[in-house]
């Protein structure tokens, strides 16, 4: 791995008093899963809003290399991380756009595309043909992932009346169709059955193996991370506790400790 | 709700009902030669709880069959979605189709003409205010100062530049949506309840303005003698300065002043078409599905790459520059503008009209708007009783319909449509 994909140096993000993130560093390599781990208010999902926009960090860097462009996602507006750096993400508390359609939900991914082919509204009111071949191959891609995810037959139905599983998919999808470098899953396992996860997990590999997609998931069910990661990154307190393979990090006594709390505990006795 | 408890609670109602009524209605004072009598009218008392009652135990009743068998809208299969929008389709063009030969009907007089005209205006601002609230779920309180401005532009750019009302259209749009992304920019970061206070207090900033600055707008007085349009520099006088033609002249027709009406009513028809394509025709684009996707989750929005002060500043401009047409239509068809044309009461039934029609929907609008203003000319007879009844009457529509008269949403895109290209 000489040149990753993400990499984080020294992220610090501190909300008054409270560092929720601590000095964490760490790479995401392309094409490949990376989980990050760890405890309840680990700070977790503040890394992947730090890295995603949603929040400033209040020290260090997270350099994207995408296309060959560098991107310094501290510095960017929160929506060009998406348009320009190409970074996507899902949501612990699934965000889609309910009340529209399945389909909807897809081509508004494909906003920037659509928007630059529609001449910014002007060319797309006149029915330019370029407009219409530009909808036509978004929907195309909409269709291509609706049949991964198993979901073509429910395009056109709101997205908020499909089961939950569904919605965890089509919340993927719709971060796939905006075509990322990274693509950043926040718990993309919950509230799923044994099935569904599995079914999660082949997923996964399809989007890293055919597609390149590096991967950056936040996930609690070990037998996701354990199964498909490529590499793991450990937060305890915000702090980074350990880095490596799977293999490596299910044997770190760090990471043992921090979840068990065995130390702690002798600490206490 | 069962029958009993239907009863019992209009019971409740009408209880409150003979409180309220006892003393305000019951008792009259009555002048008797030397001392002050007193009257009652307890046959009145009676009437009012046996309405309120009965009333009740009605929309009670009703409402419990409802929830009963509930009706979910939007729960509609796809197929009975084709079929509403087809039914949609049909009745929107029927509309268009009336409204085209409405002036040519024997039953078109004066008063006809002008009313129809009234409910296009109203037509075409619910449109313009449909794309601030109905897509992008912005509640916009003071939609009125848009109209204002197109108003006062129109009739300060003809005074003071002499620029005639084809000029001065697209100009007044312009500045109507200036004023729109003014009123964006700060308030980019609310939503709901506080948007609609802002947006409320723009409104009115916008009118004591207009009334204040007497030096520039007239102040109270207004602005008078503002041009009328010219059917392709055709006057619609009775007599033409020395060289030029009339309307009436120019086609061998008797002089008549109706000429001028209907001349007027396919204008703001034109306008309303242009507007309803256009609103039509966003909501499927790019920039459309953004702003109905930012009503829906503004997170997730920027998650997929969405500027959201852009959307947000378009929708506010482009709600706004029709507004701005719509005013400059008015100064146009008045003659004479003044601040009180544009107080807080026309946002309200603007607002009202979005909301009675069913936020987003096109045609609802055309309903909603026929509604709220035939309403009240169709109720002038109960003298200062109409407001009572246009009042009850939207009251029992948002019983009767709480999503509005079309408050199912159709798809601005559907799979179905898209055939699988040929392998």
Known sequence: MNQPLLAVRDLTMRFGGLVAVDRVSFDVAGGAITAVIGPNGAGKTTLFNCLTGFYRPSAGSMTLVADGHRYALERMQGHRINAQARVARTFQNIRLFAGMTVLENLMIAQHGRLMRASGYTFLGLIGWPGYRRAEADAVERARYWLGRMNLEDRADDLAGQLPYGAQRRLEIARALCTQPALLCLDEPAAGLNPRESAELNELLLFIRREHGVGILLIEHDMSVVMGISDHIVVLDYGRKIADGTPAEVRADPAVIRAYLGEDEEQGAA | ?423
């Open chain 2, 1 to 423: 709700m069962s029958p009993l408890h239907a009863v019992r609670d209009a019971a409740i109602a009408a209880f409150v009902a003979l409180a309220v009524a006892l003393p305000i209605v019951g008792v009259r004072t009555v002048d008797t030669g030397a001392v002050l009598g007193v009257d009652f009218r307890l046959d009145w008392v009676a009437a009012i709880v046996a309405t309120v009652f009965l009333g009740r135990l009605c929309v009670l009743l009703w409402m419990g069959r409802r929830e009963r068998a509930p009706r979910q809208a939007g729960m509609l299969e796809t197929t009975a979605l084709g079929w509403l929008a087809l039914i949609g389709r049909f009745l929107a063009y029927g509309i268009m189709g009336f409204a085209l030969i409405l002036p040519m009907m024997s039953f078109a007089d004066r008063y006809v003409v002008d009313t129809a005209t009234q409910v296009l205006i109203y037509v075409m601002l619910g449109w313009g205010l449909n794309v601030v609230v109905g897509l992008a779920g912005l509640l916009d309180l003071g939609y009125v100062a848009f109209y204002a401005v197109g108003a006062y532009s129109y009739a300060l750019l003809a005074q003071n530049f002499g620029l005639n009302f084809w000029q001065c259209l697209p100009l007044a749009g312009l500045f109507a949506a200036f004023f729109g992304i003014l009123l964006g920019f700060p308030v980019l970061r609310l939503r709901g309840d506080y948007l609609a206070i802002v947006t409320l207090g723009f409104g009115e900033m916008i009118r004591i303005i207009l009334n204040n600055w007497a030096s520039f707008t007239g102040g109270p007085n207004g602005l008078t003698s503002i041009p009328r349009p010219s059917f392709f520099g055709l006057e619609f006088s009775r007599s033409a300065p020395e060289g030029e033609q009339t309307f009436h002249q120019f086609f061998g027709l008797e002089y008549s002043t109706l000429h001028r009406l209907v001349f007027m009513y396919y204008l703001i028809l034109i306008l309303a078409f242009l507007t309803s394509w256009a609103v039509g025709r966003m909501r499927k684009l790019p920039v459309g599905r953004a702003w109905e996707a930012l009503r829906e989750d503004e997170i997730a929005c920027q998650s997929l790459g969405i500027n959201r002060t852009m959307t947000k500043l378009t929708a506010f401009a482009i709600g706004a520059s029709f507004g701005g047409f719509a005013g400059s239509f008015f100064a146009t068809r008045q003659g004479f503008i003044s601040p009180e044309s544009f107080t807080f009461i026309e946002s309200a039934t603007i607002l009202a009209i979005v909301v009675l029609g069913g936020m987003g929907s096109q045609v609802g609008v055309v309903l909603a708007a026929t509604v709220l203003v035939l309403l009240p000319e169709v109720f002038r007879d109960l003298a200062h009783y109409r407001m009572m009844v246009f009042g009850l009457a939207m009251v029992l529509i948002m019983i009767w319909r709480p999503k509005g008269f079309i408050g199912a949403r159709v798809p601005s895109i559907r799979l179905a449509d898209f055939r699988r290209p040929a392998a």
